[in-house]
């Protein structure tokens, strides 16, 4: 009689503690993955953003080198000369950059070239 007790107390707190126990678990595990989420979205746009930080300067400094220069030596660099030594800076910057960063970029930038323009424009005013 007393184990019957035990058993049926005993079921019926399975039964009330299994679904509960169930719902923490689905509820620790969302909270969880959305973190996990959040986390590689931070990286990801830290490691994008370090390596832009890093190609714009560099592409500024090649075009500066390789092209302003020579025209200013030359006394021929215009306006039009600084549009086109922008457009080929962008230019070299996106073709370092990576793929992986390139595509996160483009994602949450909604003119990839529009945003590296203004950058490389920063970073030519740095360098005067």
């Given at each position: 009689?007393?184990q019957?007790?035990?058993?049926?107390?005993?079921?019926?707190?399975i039964?009330?503690?299994?679904?509960v126990?169930?719902?923490?678990?689905?509820?620790?595990?969302?909270?969880?993955t959305?973190?996990?989420?959040?986390?590689?979205?931070?990286?990801?746009?830290r490691?994008?953003?370090?390596?832009?930080?890093?190609?714009?300067?560099?592409?500024?400094?090649?075009?500066?080198?390789?092209y302003?220069d020579t025209l200013?030596?030359?006394?021929?660099?215009?306006?039009?000369?600084?549009?086109?030594?922008?457009?080929?800076?962008?230019?070299?910057a996106?073709?370092?950059?990576?793929?992986?960063?390139a595509?996160?970029l483009?994602?949450?930038?909604e003119d990839?070239?529009?945003?590296?323009?203004?950058?490389i424009?920063?970073?030519?005013?740095?360098?005067?």
């Amino acid at each position: 009689m007393l184990q019957e007790l035990l058993l049926a107390v005993l079921q019926a707190v399975i039964a009330f503690a299994v679904p509960v126990l169930t719902c923490y678990a689905v509820q620790f595990f969302k909270v969880h993955t959305v973190a996990a989420k959040n986390t590689i979205q931070n990286d990801l746009a830290r490691r994008a953003l370090a390596e832009l930080n890093d190609v714009v300067p560099k592409a500024v400094l090649c075009i500066a080198q390789t092209y302003v220069d020579t025209l200013k030596k030359e006394g021929q660099f215009s306006t039009a000369n600084q549009r086109e030594a922008l457009r080929m800076a962008t230019a070299r910057a996106q073709s370092m950059l990576t793929a992986g960063a390139a595509n996160y970029l483009r994602r949450t930038h909604e003119d990839l070239a529009a945003y590296m323009e203004t950058q490389i424009e920063a970073a030519v005013k740095r360098l005067r």
